[in-house]
């Protein structure tokens, strides 16, 4: 009997393929295993190993399943990892990737990208993205957009992964538009602010607008901060401000606001983001915690909008036993943390950040604690329950030309040998105090102008700040500057402070027992015959007064003492014209 062979083709006995296209068109039977050089073409990164299985095992997702020709399937046979190449991702910087990515990701695998790929997610998109972060291995430097839209989460994000120190996260960047003037109403807690701009076609109803900059009369600087968008017409945006006080006399003659429009949206009571790894960047994004400062309880809590760094099992994180203490850092670039129920920020790591703004939160804006440190330009830390700027434990914030306004505690606050720099900054309107340094803390800083706070503009007890030159500390409801138990305050440069015409009731200057002062006090008398300083001390030790200030040769100011103070004046420097005590 003669017998018919059956023709096979050479790949199916050996079992490779160029490509996946190859195999899945070849007549290889249930149960072969085969090998790809690539996906689309050879080498292209998307080699693999498949088992031929019976159709229907798995749904076809391009990657762990493929349907067959004949109506078998192949199989991804996976070890420690796929790469998104593996799932039909190009890589050439062109063709969106996106779909490879989260493919992988839905079939429960690490996925490793190991190209450099164009990867752009829809909201939806971003939400696996996020929940499945530390489920990718970013191999190479990697950029990931995140298109306009909302990004709802319910759940803590852990980034801690790391290869995070090669990933970019992007929102989208509608550009800059200039504010050229505003109109308010409304009340403390509940601005409502209309911004007159030529074109407001990027802003949306329901996202928020950025101002990092603005200028004009008065204080132009109350304006800047992350706030939520209420309506717009065709040639102005109203914004929410949730500044804790009185709305400032203003007028802008130029201010820059960024539409931010994609938005990670929280639901209340989680954590948002938590960051142990180190995160390249992210950028031109909002965290949004959706909690309403207007009618919620200033407290502080767990429920945190940004925590870098950890410690396992404490409250300020909320880790689990099993996770691990890192470091963590990260750098932010435009980034706003609102409406969060507990802090806005607290950092045990490092960040790093430009145009950082944290509005609208139920406690402190910008924290560093246990050693972290905040490099926070340009920030804008306003309309929060407690502090804008607080430092402790060690802790370190670096806040050149940021702003701290409207917030219900202090502007800027370190305790607890905390420290902070906060040159060419503003404190304005905090319901307590502008800047405050207790308990062995210390802020420097030049140029801070700290003015219309409920109680006082600089205040220590028990620790150090320097006001370098260029400073205005004036028109505190209270007390300018205040030192108590030890503390020091160091003001000794080009100042302008407190109200020229000092009344008893209301001292520009008030150093209570062991505190102590260095002041320009040629300054405070300069447009002054009345001036007062009250000094609650045993004894303050020699005064130089080295300036007339009615040009009569004779000086006018009084000083109040208590236990034995001693004024030593001078009207020109040759000679002493008497001693009280």
């Known amino acids: 009997n003669q017998q018919i062979a059956t023709v096979v083709p050479v790949d199916a006995i050996t079992g490779h393929y160029d490509t996946l296209q190859d195999a899945i068109s070849a007549p290889i039977i249930v149960g072969q295993i085969i090998t790809t050089t690539g996906y689309h073409t050879v080498n292209d990164g998307g080699a693999g190993q498949y088992i031929v299985v019976v159709g229907g095992t798995g749904v076809d997702d391009g990657g762990s399943y493929l349907d067959m020709v004949n109506g078998n399937q192949l199989e991804l046979i996976v070890t420690d990892s796929v790469n998104i190449n593996q799932y039909g991702a190009i890589s050439d910087g062109v063709t969106n990737d996106a779909t490879s990515l989260i493919d992988g990701l839905l079939a429960g695998n690490a996925v490793d990208i190991n190209k450099s790929s164009k990867i752009e997610l829809t909201s939806s998109q971003a939400v696996i993205f996020l929940e499945k972060i530390d489920s990718i291995n970013f191999n190479t430097p990697t950029t990931i957009n995140i298109l306009s839209g909302i990004v709802n989460l319910d759940k803590r994000i852990l980034m801690s992964s790391n290869t995070l120190r090669n990933l970019t996260i992007k929102g989208v960047d509608d550009g800059s538009y200039n504010i050229t003037s505003i109109s308010q109403s409304g009340s403390a807690k509940n601005h409502s602010i209309i911004l007159n701009i030529s074109d ?19 204080y132009p600087d109350a304006l800047r ?58 950028s031109n994004v909002i965290l949004d915690g959706s909690w309403d400062i207007t009618t919620g309880t200033n407290e502080d809590g767990a429920f945190d909008g940004l925590q870098v760094g950890s410690s396992p099992n404490t409250p300020e994180t909320g880790l689990n036993e099993s996770e691990q203490a890192n470091v963590g850092s990260a750098y932010f670039a435009r980034v706003g943390i609102v409406k969060w129920e507990s802090n806005a920020t607290q950092v045990l790591g490092k960040l790093y950040g430009v145009l950082l703004s944290t509005c609208s939160c139920g406690w402190r804006g910008l924290q560093a604690a246990r050693n972290g440190f905040i490099g926070a330009k340009g920030s804008s830390a306003s309309g929060n329950g407690a502090s804008g700027y607080e430092s402790e434990e060690g802790g370190y914030i670096l806040a050149q030309n940021s702003v701290a306004i409207g917030n219900w505690q202090q502007g800027y606050f370190a305790i607890g040998g905390g420290g902070i720099s906060c040159g060419s900054s503003f404190a304005l309107l905090n319901v307590t105090h502008g800047l405050e340094a207790k308990n062995f803390s210390a802020i420097t800083t030049d140029g801070v102008v700290s003015e219309l706070n409920d109680i006082f503009g600089v205040t220590t007890t028990a620790g150090q700040i320097l006001i370098g030159s260029n400073a205005v500390v004036d028109n505190n409801t209270s007390t300018d500057i205040v030192a108590a138990e030890g503390g020091l305050i160091n003001a000794n440069g080009a100042l302008t402070i407190g109200d020229v015409s000092i009344d008893e009731e209301s001292n520009s200057l008030y150093i209570k027992p062991d505190g102590a002062v260095d002041l320009p006090f040629s300054k405070i008398l300069e447009n002054s015959n009345n001036g007062k300083l009250r000094f609650d001390i045993s004894s303050i030790g020699d005064l130089n007064f080295g300036f007339d200030p009615s040009n009569t040769g004779s000086y006018t100011a009084r000083l109040r003492m208590k236990n034995s103070g001693v004024l030593h004046p001078t009207n020109d420097g040759v000679g002493a014209l008497g001693r009280t005590s």
Do not use: Q, Y
């Not at 407001?200 to 004009?216: E, H, N, Q, R, W």
């Open 200 to 218: 407001t076609s990027k802003f949306t109803v329901g996202s928020f607008a950025l101002i990092s900059d603005a200028t004009g009369t008065g």
């Open 225 to 282: 901060g992350c706030w939520e968008v209420l309506s717009k017409t065709s040639s102005t945006v109203t914004i929410k401000s949730t500044i804790n006080n009185v709305w400032p006399v203003m007028t802008i003659t130029s201010a820059t606001v960024w539409p931010m429009n994609t938005i990670f949206r929280w639901v209340t009571g989680v954590v948002g983001l938590a960051i142990t790894g180190t995160l390249h960047t992210l």
